[in-house]
């Protein structure tokens, strides 16, 4: 990736979301099932211990929300910080989910006294400073998003927030908050699964500049491995090939297709099992990434497919710019023809009409000669 730089651990690149600066390991680590969201929540130290052995292996950026826990989660996570070096860790949480029900929903405020309100809470929740990448969770439709990103951009000239995100955003939302003040990133729903759904807002991202965070690039845990043979046998034939031949899990398979998608992306697993601690093991995150970027490829460099693909569209589209350039030489030569063939009237009613002329002076010459 043109933008990647390793990071002091050597095992996972960083990229760049956004053009404000903002960089971040390639893989981030989702925090919210620590303490519990589709889990149990496990032990406070065994948790601050899966985020240090994630920092060891050289994930950076962490990801977390005031409704997780809710507001556990973030005490959490500020408990770890505590024992690592802050400069070296990208957080980002969340505002404006005020309540979360399965029942009844969500009920979300984003009116300005609440987001300066939340930023407080958070900072004081994480022990920090500073957050660098703060998020709209969801969209409040009943305050416009021209007074949200203003305040926004307060925080960040205040010093508390360092770099704006959105998150469930429609692509209007997304330009009209980035004329306010440029976002970084936007944080989306990104499995293997999904492939076109997200595709305007994919390009307005890649358009203006922004960087994406795909969560759940597990599928809720659905990639896990046994999970997705379980529930889709028909292709459980597949994976068994693939981790034959490659060393290759579901959950490799759905990572280096999300890896795939850009040197603007940067996924965050999140944790969900206590048995697994999905997102850093390490035979997930530092010896098998190496072989989830080559199974990202799959292929295509070795042979030489991609090449051959770019090849034939290219030969493609000289053919059909032929095609259009005949076509229009045709219908030039036929507009041509159609031309002429009036000319050729034209000079023959002229011609016969000059003969008439000759006959005239002919007749007129012989009357005025005559006795």
Request: hydrophobic share 40%.
């Amino acid at each position: 990736m043109g933008e990647e730089q390793q990071n002091q651990s050597g095992v996972i690149p960083r990229v760049k979301l956004g053009t404000q600066g903002l960089a971040v390991s390639m893989l981030g680590f989702g925090c919210m099932g620590l303490t519990g969201i589709y889990n149990y929540p496990v032990p406070e130290d065994v948790d601050i211990s899966i985020i240090k052995q994630a920092i060891d292996i050289g994930i950076t950026f962490f990801d977390t929300s005031d409704i997780n826990g809710p507001k556990s989660n973030e005490l959490l996570v500020g408990k770890a910080l505590k024992q690592l070096p802050r400069e070296n860790v990208q957080l980002a949480t969340e505002f404006d989910i005020v309540k979360s029900d399965p029942a009844t929903g969500i009920a979300i405020n984003g009116i300005s006294e609440h987001v300066r309100a939340s930023v407080e809470a958070s900072l004081k929740r994480l022990d920090v400073d500073y957050i660098d990448l703060y998020y709209q969770h969801r969209v409040d439709t009943k305050t416009p998003i021209e007074d949200i990103m203003g305040e926004l951009t307060k925080l960040v000239e205040e010093g508390k927030i360092k770099y704006i995100g959105l998150s469930g955003a429609s692509p209007e939302t997304i330009r009209r908050a980035h004329v306010v003040h440029p976002v970084s990133a936007i944080k989306m729903k990104w499995p293997l699964w999904t492939r076109d759904s997200k595709d305007e807002i994919i390009s307005l991202c890649r358009e203006l500049g922004i960087g994406i965070v795909p969560y759940s690039p597990l599928g809720r845990g659905f990639f896990d491995g046994r999970t997705v043979a379980e529930t889709v046998p028909a292709i459980s034939f597949l994976m068994e090939k693939l981790d034959q031949k490659y060393g290759c899990t579901p959950a490799l398979l759905s990572l280096a297709w999300v890896l795939h998608q850009g040197d603007d992306v940067a996924p965050i697993p999140e944790e969900k099992r206590r048995n697994t601690r999905l997102a850093v093991r390490e035979k997930l995150y530092k010896s098998s990434i190496l072989k989830a970027k080559e199974i990202l490829q799959f292929k295509m460099m070795k042979t030489g497919l991609a090449n051959k693909i770019e090849e034939k569209r290219v030969m493609v589209e000289s053919l059909m710019a032929t095609k259009r350039d005949a076509a229009e030489s045709v219908a030039r030569l036929e507009r041509l023809k159609m031309r002429r063939k009036k000319l050729t009237k034209k000079l023959k009613r002229r011609i016969k009409d000059f003969k008439k002329l000759q006959t005239l002076e002919a007749e007129l010459t012989s009357e005025m000669s005559s006795p």
